[in-house]
């Protein structure tokens, strides 16, 4: 039997709670809950790293970033430092195997290897306010984008930057609606060259990666979609008054009243965010409806997952570098070749997962080294899953270090600073509003995750997978 394609589908700072078949009571998205029908759809799927390049490095490794090194990113992202030389990714072992792989999008890897073409960006990046010149930095957009922008619309490029200096992109926590128009985005851009990669592959089998770039900040839909979820429909998250006294210093968010201005800019932020999510449904449609007439759907596996999620104004919170809910929790999909009777799986699963599941459809043997294990049993209708997952942050400055350890019904999480801990009773508190922590009616149970927790740490360390069969 010819060895499948495989595609994975990456997006930058989506939420679990963006997507239809997921529950999400706001956005639409046709699209991917067609693969959700067709294949597996992770419930509790989580991240090994709160921010982008860390987690882009467990997805490419399969292994926790204390094993791969990658554990922070610079505030100067071009400075982050990369994978080291010896560990080896999963594109490196698909080439090795005789498959021709493609990047485009997104991809964030400090430098970029395993590739045989790339047509590639850095992300989109909020704080960039200049096509050029920032002590921060080169604009990521980069110079393919650019090239294939300037190309339909000359001087277009300098137009994302110049919108991005007026007063209010800084007003509206950089929710805009975007200059240009659909058809020069960045994410046409990426299913453009995708579907091109696809089109022009040689015999034999292909790894293509696709990395969009949101729904990450600026929130900065065309004109086509930014009207999709209007604002005035989206008001605070429930959270928003959430007393955070209970949580370790760097967490807590002052409580204050907003200004109606203030009210309007939260509202505008959530709810272009949404909007962005559909945006790329629209784009997982265009890949689909390539696939279907390049007749690849029989033969190719496709995975869908985020790096990381965002808090969205939760607990008063933007971004990510936390291990709440919805930044650690993110949509993980996979539909294999040909497809499946779509289904849930409730069972916790590590995003890093991705990588032994593309080894071994790609026939590759699991390296011992390689933490992860393949979600394949279970699109297989077998069983899987893990009876705890792990999840890590550094701070840019390296001066805040924290890991989470998740189990079936509760949260563990220890910082390196005082008053570190947090302890969430998942199942009685899905939304995380009680830090039980400090509780001494639930000290014998966060001392039993203390103690699974380091020796998750102390199994991982042997540098091989036996660790995963071991009890606590």
Known sequence: MAKPNILLITTDQQRYDTIGANGSAVARTPNIDRLCREGVRFRRAYVQNTVCIPSRACIQTGRYTHQHGVRYMESVIDATPGLPAHEVTVMERLQAAGYATGATGKIHMMPERGFDWMEIVGGKGARWTQATGQDIGPAPLGRQYAEWLEARHPGAYELI????RQPEYRRDRASVVHVLPLEEYVETYIVEKSVEFMTRRREGPFFLWCGFCG??????????????????AYPRPETWNQDLGDRPPHLRRPHRPLSPADEASLRRYRSLYWCLCTLLDDCVGVLLAAMDRLGLLDNTLILYTSDHGEMLGDFRMFGKGNFYEPVVHVPLLARPPGGCAGRPFDGLVEVMDIAPTILEYA????PREMQAVSLRPILEGGAGGHGAVLSEYTSNDRAIHGKCLVTERFKYILWNVGQGGEFYDLAGDPQETRNLYYDPRWRDERDRHA???LAHLMQSETGYNAWRTAPY
């Open 161 to 164: 930057y110049e919108q991005r």
């Open 215 to 232: 729904p990450h900040g600026p929130h900065d839909p065309p004109a086509s979609h930014a009207g999709l979820y209007p604002p005035e």
């Open 451 to 453: 103690e699974m927790l």
């Open 363 to 366: 026939g590759i043997e699991r």
